[in-house]
């Protein structure tokens, strides 16, 4: 890849970056035009011990083999010994609001709604103290339905778990994503006493807010929204607020919406959720606008780099998160922690692969009464692997990516386990842009993502 003016070469199993010199870019476009490379100099140009040196160098990363070498055959990756690190506990079924786009499958009316009993919350914490094995810190994430109505049971656990943190060695963070509608100065100054990752649910401006976010009654929220959301944000400084964009069909003014979010209403970040598959009918981007999308993230994405080269973070996360991934390296057997990391716990405490398929019927990896079924757990992270290496073959973005939410393949394909090829080249295109700007940042402001470095939520 051509980044102005330098030769980046693309590692694709460790997911790094190396810059190629005149030597080594001369032999990689002489082996991609099919003619081999010999210890003599390249047509003259470089000494042959120059050239020796380049071919080692890129052997070593196997990115060119003798002609005569066969390929490695390819072991089947293994992942690392799991432990359980997180617990997403969707503590109700229970929303105040009726989003007319919500996935939810089992949401009902606050009411009527199915609660997780404080009995299943402590087994629940136990559970997670209990499969963690040497990891110290560990994290509740507090899920609905909308989880502040249910604030009295995220008291309780809260507490119970700071008790057994004490007994047991273990630190817990916890984190909560809210529509912010029930959010008043004594729930923000809890949140705040325990350091409460934050993340609200809010679509943009008033006229794209509105019309999917609405109150059972049918009336549009972001009035209420915003309010709450410049208290939360006046009252909560110990940790960076983010706001959530579901976007969905019609919505692809990217630059507006996180302008308003991040500058007029003042969150830390903007997140971008485009839906493709699993929400009702309708509601879902369609191919036209998931074009038009992605290429407005891209465009955001250019002035994240602008405003990075510049020192400043314009709080984009969806872009931050792959500086993040291709600054550490990460490279990706399986798209996301579900299950090796991470389980959700349901309102009756069954243990589900996250919180989108939490009450959706689908397979479950135990209860919080009997413990964690260990044999159902390594039979879906093999399917996983074999989802990746039977579909993505030699795709360069496959460790970052790795096949994508389990969720938008079930909604989109009913097969969790089917890659989320209806938008491969757009993830492609996406990862090459990522590659584009974080060589770019590196040589322009080498500073930059050591400083930034580290998750959303970490200490400032």
């Not at 690190?85 to 949401?107: F, P, Q």
């Not at 609405?214 to 709450?228: E, L, N, Q, W």
């Not at 407005?296 to 993040?324: C, H």
């Not at 209806?422 to 090459?432: A, F, I, K, N, P």
């Amino acid at each position: 890849m051509l980044v102005d003016g330098r030769r980046i070469l693309f590692h694709v199993p460790t997911s790094s970056l190396f810059e190629l010199d005149a030597v080594a870019g001369a032999v990689m476009d002489r082996l991609a035009g099919g003619n081999a490379v010999g210890a003599s100099p390249l047509d003259g140009q470089f000494g042959a011990d120059a050239v020796e040196e380049a071919l080692r160098d890129l052997a070593a990363l196997e990115a060119v083999r003798p002609r005569a070498a066969a390929p490695r055959p390819k072991p089947r990756p293994a992942l690392p010994d799991n432990a359980l690190t997180t617990l997403v506990l969707n503590l109700t079924t229970g929303c105040n609001l009726a989003c007319s786009y919500c996935y939810k499958e089992d949401l009902s009316r606050p009411a009527a709604a199915a609660r997780l009993s404080r009995a299943h919350a402590e087994k629940a914490v136990d559970l997670l103290v209990r499969e963690s094995g040497g990891r110290r810190r560990l994290n509740l994430t507090f899920f609905g339905g909308e989880p502040l109505t249910a604030l009295p049971l995220i008291r309780h656990t809260v507490a119970y778990a700071d008790r057994r943190g004490i007994e047991t060695g273990k630190a817990f963070d916890y984190s909560l994503t809210t529509n912010a509608t029930l959010l008043d100065d004594a729930a923000v100054d809890f949140l705040a006493a325990h350091r409460f990752a934050i993340t609200v649910s809010m679509d943009g401006p008033a006229e794209i807010h509105d019309r999917n976010r609405r109150t059972i009654g049918g009336s549009g929220t972001y009035a209420v929204v915003a309010d709450k959301a410049r208290r939360l944000l006046e009252r909560y400084r110990l940790r960076p607020v983010g706001a959530r964009v579901t976007l969905a069909a019609g919505m692809t003014d990217v630059a507006g919406i996180h302008h308003h979010l991040k500058n007029e209403i003042g969150f830390a970040e903007v997140g971008f959720a485009p839906v493709t598959a699993g929400l009702p009918a309708g509601f879902g981007l369609g191919h036209d606008d998931t074009r038009v999308v992605f290429d407005n993230l891209k465009t955001l994405a250019l002035a994240w780099r602008d405003a990075a080269l510049e020192g400043r973070d314009i709080g984009f996360s969806n872009i931050g998160q792959m500086m993040t991934a291709l600054h550490e390296g990460s490279s990706k057997l399986i798209p996301c922690g579900a299950a090796v990391a991470l389980l959700a716990v349901d309102t009756t405490g069954a243990l589900a692969l996250c919180h989108r398929f939490a009450g959706s019927g689908q397979e479950t990896f135990g209860h919080v009464d009997t413990g964690l079924d260990h044999a159902a757990v390594a039979a879906f992270v093999d399917r996983a692997l074999d989802r990746t290496e039977g579909f993505c073959g030699d795709c360069h973005a496959r460790h970052l990516c790795a096949g994508g939410c389990y969720h938008e393949s079930y909604a989109r394909h009913g097969d969790l386990f089917r890659p989320t090829d209806h938008y491969c080249d757009l993830m492609r295109e996406w990862v090459d842009l990522g590659i584009a700007i974080y060589a770019g940042i590196m040589a322009g402001n080498p500073t930059f993502m050591a400083r930034r470095a580290g998750p959303r939520g970490s200490d400032s």
